[in-house]
């Protein structure tokens, strides 16, 4: 027996031609469905990515327990256990996050792997001096985005980018075992995550006519550029879209010329999708889990069942569906803490989502709702971990000095673990959306939240069964105004109606570029660039009078003060504009420039 799985990340579901996307040129995802079964109703369980990959080993949710870390000590690890079991397992992938402090446990479950360097600013290549760069719509312009221009530069054929290179091992791979049995390989790219880098052929495949700054990496916010501008970056996304639909045709070829559909599993699948400009959002995690975010698109082939070629499965499954799906296939059992069931049998009446310390979400492939905190400061909320790490960093002293001994839960195998007190933000948490319910059947844009007390009371119930069911700690339900009782649930714990105003308030018109007048310093300009300037500072002092102040330059502190006016809505209109007046008097617009260094640019905003 023989796996492949094919993973990227960020991968939309409805820009697919399998799934109804009639303008982007993905012919090899549409052959793809022709070979194998395409799942109409998969949701991504935990996000972002790393807690998307600790589902994709335990086959159980993570978010409700702990944000963004490594595997724990008592999880349980798909591909370790294929390992164990004398399955050889190898992983090739470009994705960094495997190895920052909040994912150096996953990989080393691997029989072998390898790794590809450079996607969206990887500290891989050291230049002191900054790059030069063109101007650039992003504003999130810290370390990251400095050392992806350095990337860029080592970058500069199709043949060195590592999405090439990872599919180039992965079809070594297969070219060096292919006659051999008992294996399973893990073909993970990054892309097409943004940024949207990709060469020119595939820009061609999307002509247009833009003369706007460079954007190929929208911030984490809500859209407030021109739409040609977010025109142009969702065809650049198209171009590393229809990239990747070259590199799975590349393993497509594979399976052709060994032989493979006859004896191997494929299943190709993402983490979850991106928005790009529905809704009047950009990307992900700062506002609710849409449908195009969670959502998403899942393909299997399973040798056994060859008639299921070309079919479609309307069941609800999830990611965490896939690791019991891999070990049942090779015959190893999976263990008693996973919550997941094999694809196959795996239509489930409900599935949970979310990110941890936001919305928890729930469908029965009918209605999402979206339940948010029930008082603002989004507390009791504990993360439960023996690996306290995150993304980039480690907990610091100040965190761990008051930690305490959470009762083991049921998945942790007798072991306690840490609970900390989580960081929260009552500007940027679920509160400033509230609950949400959405009826997909009339509504599947989800453009207009309802009012429906029965149905909300049918979801919180099973809410509240899936929290049990996944051994949530007795703080969620507290955050959530829940009761731990199914058949405790009750019109005192509505709160769709409750939170309206705030749905409507975050659903209004947001402020966009040319509502602004501009000169070279202006609401676009990044904040840490913006408040170098004493006159620029002095002018946000007078009018918008405590934002300097305020936890609001902590929490965007790379964004722009039109992305906070946007994002957050605590920034007085009347104020913004009096400010954006200011500046322009102070700032006149310049003539028309080039490029220049990466200080240069960021301030020609």
């Given amino acids: 027996m023989k796996a492949i799985m094919v993973m990227f990340d960020s991968l939309n579901r409805h820009l697919l031609p399998p799934y109804g996307a009639e303008w982007t040129h993905a012919l090899n995802f549409a052959r793809l469905a022709a070979r194998t079964v395409t799942f109409d109703n998969c949701y991504a369980g935990s996000m972002p990515c790393m807690p998307a990959r600790r589902e994709l080993h335990t086959g159980r949710h993570n978010f409700l327990h702990r944000g963004w870390g490594p595997l724990e000590p008592f999880d349980d690890s798909m591909p370790e256990l294929l390992k164990r079991s004398g399955v050889y397992t190898h992983l090739v992938s470009d994705h960094q996050h495997y190895f920052e402090d909040g994912g150096a446990t996953y990989h080393t479950r691997y ?7 450079g996607q969206e600013g990887d500290p891989w290549k050291g230049r002191v001096a900054d790059p030069a760069v063109p101007a650039d719509l992003h504003s999130s312009r810290g370390e990251t985005w400095r050392q992806d221009w350095v990337n860029r530069q080592y970058l500069d054929t199709e043949a060195k980018q590592p999405q090439t290179l990872t599919f180039d091992a992965g079809l070594e791979f297969l070219r060096d075992n292919h006659a051999d049995d008992g294996w399973f390989v893990q073909i993970e790219t990054f892309d097409p995550h943004e940024p949207f880098f990709t060469h020119q052929k595939y820009k061609d495949l999307y002509p247009h006519d833009y003369d706007g700054p460079h954007f190929d990496w929208p911030d984490y916010t809500r859209v407030t550029e021109t739409d040609e501008q977010v025109a142009h970056a969702r065809y650049e996304y198209a171009a590393l879209l229809s990239m990747c639909d070259h590199s799975l045709g590349r393993v497509l070829d594979a399976m052709d010329a060994y032989g493979l559909w006859e004896d191997t599993l494929l299943i190709v699948c993402t983490d979850h999708g991106f928005l790009l400009g529905e809704k009047g959002w950009w990307a992900k995690v700062v506002q609710p889990w849409y449908n195009e975010l969670v959502h998403t698109p899942l393909f299997l082939h399973d040798p056994r069942r060859p008639r299921l070629a070309g079919t479609r499965h309307a069941g609800l499954v999830q990611t965490v569906d896939i690791a019991p799906t891999l070990l049942e296939f090779f015959g190893v ?21 979310g990110i941890f310390g936001g919305h928890v979400n729930i469908t029965d492939g009918r209605h999402v709702y979206m339940r948010a905190c029930v008082d603002d400061d989004n507390r009791p909320l504990y ?3 023996l690996m306290p790490t995150r993304i980039r960093g480690r907990f610091t002293p100040e965190e761990l000095a008051d930690v305490t001994l959470a009762e083991p839960f049921s998945f942790t195998k007798g072991v306690r673990t840490l609970r900390v007190a989580a960081r929260t933000s009552a500007l940027l948490g679920p509160a400033h959306f509230g609950t949400l ?15 429906d007390d029965a149905t909300e009371l049918r979801m919180i119930r099973l809410l509240v069964t899936a929290l049990r069911a996944n051994d949530a700690p007795i703080s969620q339900f507290e955050r959530l105004g829940i009761p731990w009782e199914p058949d405790e649930v009750g019109d005192e714990h509505l709160l769709v109606a409750a939170q309206r105003a705030r749905a409507d308030a975050a659903s209004r018109p947001t402020p966009r570029v040319g509502d602004f007048p501009e000169g070279t310093v202006n609401l676009r300009t990044p904040l840490a660039e913006l408040l170098r300037h004493p006159l620029a500072a002095d002018a946000v002092r007078r009018h918008l009078p405590g934002l300097l102040d305020s936890e609001l330059l902590t929490l965007r502190s790379g964004g722009s003060l039109l992305q906070l006016a946007a994002t957050t809505r605590a920034v007085d209109h009347e104020g913004l504009t009096a400010l954006a007046e200011d ?14 260094s990466v200080a240069r640019a960021a301030g020609r905003r």
């Fill in 333 to 353: 059992e999976r263990t008693p803490d996973m919550q997941g069931r094999p694809l196959a049998e795996a239509t489930r009446e409900a599935a949970l989502f």
């Fill in 111 to 117: 029989s072998s792997w390898e790794f590809f360097r």
């Fill in 583 to 596: 500046l322009a008097r102070l700032f006149p617009p310049p003539a028309v420039s080039g490029t220049g």
């Fill in 437 to 451: 319910l959405f009826d997909l059947a009339t509504d599947p844009a989800q453009e207009r939240p309802v009012v």
């Fill in 383 to 385: 993360e439960h971990t």
